[in-house]
């Protein structure tokens, strides 16, 4: 099993910044992607940014330039930093962590921009 726990989040006007973090524990090696997705009230859940098992990065094609996914040297900890913000960011954002036949998801953090 593996936990997972988000901070950040918030609300921002647009064009601002806000950073994301959440902390791994239990079995992390496990772990083949760590990352983020977003879900907008009436749509999907979709990927944001992760890291891939090979260490490279993927970004979803709207927040190329803006978004970038960070972690800490133990590989524990992932960031999200959040720049030039839009309305359409808003979304609640979780953090995910998936095994080779298992998905681990955060609670779910709120960030809302404002026009």
């Known amino acids: 099993q593996v936990q997972l726990a988000e901070s950040g989040g918030g609300s921002v006007q647009a064009g601002g910044s806000l950073t994301l973090s959440c902390s791994f524990s239990?079995?992390?090696?496990?772990?083949?992607?760590m990352g983020w997705y977003r879900q907008a009230p009436g749509k999907q859940r979709d990927l944001v940014a992760r890291?891939?098992?090979?260490?490279?990065?993927t970004y979803a094609n709207s927040v190329k330039g803006r978004f970038t996914i960070s972690r800490d040297m133990g590989e524990t900890t992932i960031h999200l930093e959040m720049n030039s913000l839009k309305p359409e960011d808003t979304a609640v954002y979780y953090c995910?962590?998936?095994?080779?036949?298992?998905?681990?998801w955060g609670q779910g953090t709120q960030v809302t921009v404002s026009a």
């Open positions: 995910n962590g998936r095994a080779r036949s298992l998905n681990f």
């Open positions: 239990g079995n992390i090696i496990s772990l083949i992607y």
């Open positions: 890291f891939n098992g090979d260490g490279s990065t």
